[in-house]
């Protein structure tokens, strides 16, 4: 009986990456945390889906995809000119959010919904980039499934 509550307690006190248990670092903690408030950006509404992801609803002109250094200064178009086919100007946001899964009617008008990464989220990237060093690449001549991977950092 001891053994097993020493087991389960060791079991949630470390990570487990790939059947492994994995411990960060305090520092790796840190440097975690750092990226944890440069990726998540400060949300106007939140809201926890049935199976537990958390999104934020994010000024439209504060979202991630802007932190590009091209897109410096770059402004989203409140109303766009063209339309997916169903979804045309009369159609209501509450409608919208519902076909995409979003609750109590989705994000305010001007916002848009981006899913909060964790700390977890960044632990099993970081493995995941990890694991997938130690495939070699592969040319066409080479029979077989090939995959293909990009890695981009931010300068």
Same mark, same amino acid.
């Given at each position: ?6 087991? +389960? ?26 990226? +944890?408030?440069?990726?998540?950006? @400060? ?8 199976? *537990? ?15 590009? !250094? ?9 109303? @766009?000119?063209?339309?997916?086919? *169903?979804? *045309? ?5 509450? #409608? ?6 979003? !609750?109590? *009617? ?6 848009? @919904?981006?899913?909060?990464? #964790? ?30 991977? +990009? ?5």
């Amino acid at each position: 009986m001891v053994v097993v509550l020493a087991l +389960l307690f060791w079991g949630i006190s470390h990570e487990v990456e790939g059947g492994r248990a994995t411990s960060i670092s305090k520092e790796e903690d840190l440097e975690l945390e750092r990226e +944890l408030r440069r990726l998540n950006k @400060p949300a106007i509404k939140s809201f926890q889906t049935e199976y *537990g992801d958390i999104f934020d609803c994010v000024d439209i002109n504060k979202q991630p995809a802007l932190d590009h !250094p091209l897109l410096k200064n770059h402004r989203v178009q409140k109303k @766009p000119s063209v339309f997916p086919k *169903g979804l *045309g100007p009369k159609t209501s946001a509450k #409608t919208q959010s519902s076909k995409i899964g979003l !609750p109590d *009617g989705g994000c305010p008008e001007g916002t848009v @919904p981006i899913k909060r990464i #964790t700390k977890r989220d960044l632990i099993w990237m970081k493995s995941h980039k990890r694991n997938t060093t130690k495939f070699h690449p592969m040319d066409a001549n080479t029979p077989g499934y090939h995959v293909g991977q +990009l890695l981009h950092q931010n300068p």
